[in-house]
């Protein structure tokens, strides 16, 4: 942040952590929606998230903790979501207006009470961008609120075939700038948002998913030896 400004005023071009998931990738070939390999988001309708839905954590240790006493599948990860400071604002708003208890979410984003903006953990890689809304609890993707053929018939944009994401910061904006046009989604503050993955396994009870070849466990988890 620029010591300069008060801590309400967005530094352009300045992204927020907004917290910690750990979700399953999943195919996406349906109606009205993208093709992909392993749709990659933070909208609570289009992917699983573990320990169980609607979780978001602090630090990346967290989320990776919680995930030890439960089953996890081999292609779980562990992503961040950052919002550009100048968005953040109406998504605020509607967590605060929805009144439902966010405190992960609200304590990295909501900029009135003074807190300095949260780093993100080491050895992650950006994937894309995406275009989220908070409505009765969750977040949900522009693609859940079949927006994505009008998108690429009237804005030219495409998703990747791999995750189903934007391919940058230009593009998300325009989708979100255009569906908060329009008047028949969700009434929601549409907002870009980009994604980071951390590519390594999360262990879980049973650790990684195990191979024909037996490997030694390491002495300590691997986010303990990266963090």
Not at 48 to 59: A, I, K, S, V, Y
Not at 112 to 137: S, T
Request: charged share 20%; net charge negative; glycine share 10%.
């Amino acid at each position: 942040m620029i010591d300069s400004l008060p801590p309400d005023v967005a530094v352009p071009g300045e992204m927020l952590l907004a917290g910690y998931f750990v979700a399953v990738p999943e195919p996406l070939n349906g109606s009205g929606l993208p093709r992909a390999a392993g749709l990659t988001t933070a909208s609570g309708c289009l992917a699983d998230r573990l320990p169980e839905d609607g979780c978001w954590f602090g630090t990346a240790s967290e989320a990776l903790e919680a995930c030890l006493p439960v089953q996890v599948p081999a292609t779980a990860r562990l992503y961040a979501l950052l919002v550009p400071a100048d968005h953040v604002g109406g998504f605020v708003a509607d967590m605060v207006a929805a009144g439902t208890d966010e405190p992960v979410l609200l304590a990295h984003l909501d900029r009135r009470a003074g807190r300095p903006a949260r780093e993100v953990a080491e050895g992650g890689r950006e994937l894309g961008w995406e275009v989220l809304g908070y409505d009765i609890g969750m977040l949900h993707s522009w693609l859940c609120n079949n927006l994505y053929e009008d998108g690429v018939r009237e804005l030219g944009v495409a998703t990747d075939d791999d995750r189903g994401l934007l391919p940058d910061r230009e593009a998300a904006v325009r989708v979100a700038a255009w569906a908060n046009a329009r008047g028949d989604t969700k009434p929601v503050t549409w907002f870009p948002a980009a994604l980071v993955e951390w590519d390594t396994q999360v262990e879980g009870r049973t650790g990684p998913a195990v191979t024909e070849t037996a490997v030694r466990r390491a002495a300590q988890p691997w986010w303990r030896r990266i963090f």
